[in-house]
RNA sequence: GCGCCCAUCGUCUAUCGGUUAGGACUCCAGGUUUUCAUCCUGGCAAGAGGGGUUCGACUCCCCUUGGGCGUGCCA
């Protein structure tokens, strides 16, 4: 039996920091044992897919040499890799699964469902599906389905009896089935959830060995079961602790930079980067730190898997990235810059911003250090100076932070239709307020344009700028508080995201 | 609330019953260096608490505490 496992991430926002991280121990297992990796793109999600984050998944992943053997863009024997294009094959399924009974179609509303969740809230019971349409007659429900009443497909769970997940980390996890309510697996939209994605998946393409977050370990017993159900062989799970937030939270871009492409743009170096999201969990013999991915892949044991929840440390990373810089030749170091940004297309776009401001040539290189740095030095007190009145600076670069992860495209267009929202909405004029953001991304009141030096820095660099500046602020005494932040969201949410709640 | 996971320096970790509890990052001190950085040397710094098991527990078991995740027609 060849070993295969698989990166499975869905493409809603920036490719995240621990896609790679899980994505890493997923392939360095599988190599290993010589066998298999593959990427498999989720997108049941019609709402929050987009083809531009799939893209960037794609070109995130290989700059860190996480390449895979069978994917989207690669093809292979198991395709096709885009759950978007296998839902017949969900559809096909989950009516197996009515037919035989493990599953069955329920016609609750989504109102029911908040007033059932409402009352087990104020009982203090446990949340979950109540089995509503559980106790459904078969034919009476299949009569329903075919008149065309609107429905999911739930999964029956047993009431009793426990569960055992023998996770390879963990050893064996017990959970009562008591506690797994019965979860939807076709959702109204005709598209699977991905409890049931996931397992018709990973059988089809034959994946031995799972690894994924440690978030997934309780709804681990509905995917045992659907194998069950199925009457297939599950494969062998093993759940990772998840990266954490310097306060302990799981990993967030709101405190943290979380896209790869951020750590590109900011000039990390990916075996840096592989070293680092290693050490997170792993150490191939006891105090080696400083290891590349063949010994990952040659040392690689389960055994050596560390469960604390690690915080992410990017001054850890710096510090490893330094090295492997210094560790570079001359040579060596000269054509990773170049291939980083100082090779002929990016420069180009620079030399054409800058043009009609250039009076000597040697005013080129200070004009545009901006766009090649990760922070720059910042003035907070000047940035609050350029808001309307003290205050507000901070607020409009949290809407513009919130507006710039929404927004669909990353086009010099579209930035620029996103400040000029922001600011009526805000009532101020633009150049005024336009006045703050160049201060926060380039660090003076002047600098190239604005729009065309965004979608040069990145979408995911331009957020990490706004970061800096916010705290910035902070430490001058001018930001936002935690309570004033929760305010803003409310406010934001109520006069820019037109209906129904936005993740978080 | 309920379920589950986790628990060694501030952070990442080594230790798989017997160690002065080791390394790395950070910080501090000193040395090399025209500055800085690098590099070298040294230092600060940890087994959450309480019960067991054992000749002996950081290590095994239980409880408490703390943290995390889950509790979505998101993944």
Known sequence: MTVRTRIAPSPTGAPHIGTAYIALFNRAFAKHHGGQFILRIEDTDQVRSTSESETAIFDALRWLGLDWDEGPDVGGNYGPYRQSERTDIYREHAAKLVASEHAYPCFCTADRLVAVRREQELNQQRIGYDGHCAGLDPAEAARRVAAGEPHVIRLRTPDTGICKIADQFRGEIEIEWETVDDQILMKGDGFPTYHLANVVDDHLMEITHVIRGEEWISSAPKHLLLYEAFGWQAPVLAHLPLLRNPDKSKLSKRKNPTGILYYRQAGFLPKAILNYLGLMAYRPEGDLEIF??????????????????????????RALNGHYIRELTDTDLLESLKSWLLHDATLLDVVRMSQPRLEQLADFVPMIAYLFADGVPLDPVDIDKAGKESGKAAEWIQFVQWEFERLQRWQADDIRACFERVAEQEDVKLKIFLGVFFRAFSGRAVALPLFDSLVWLGRDMALRRLQYAQEALREAGVGLSGKALKRLEKSYRERYVEEGGQDG
Do not use: C, H
Request: charged fraction near 20%.
């Open 292 to 317: 590349d991915f063949a010994t990952m892949v040659s040392s690689f044991d389960f055994n050596r898997v560390s469960l604390g929840g690690p915080i992410f440390d990017v001054q850890k990373l």
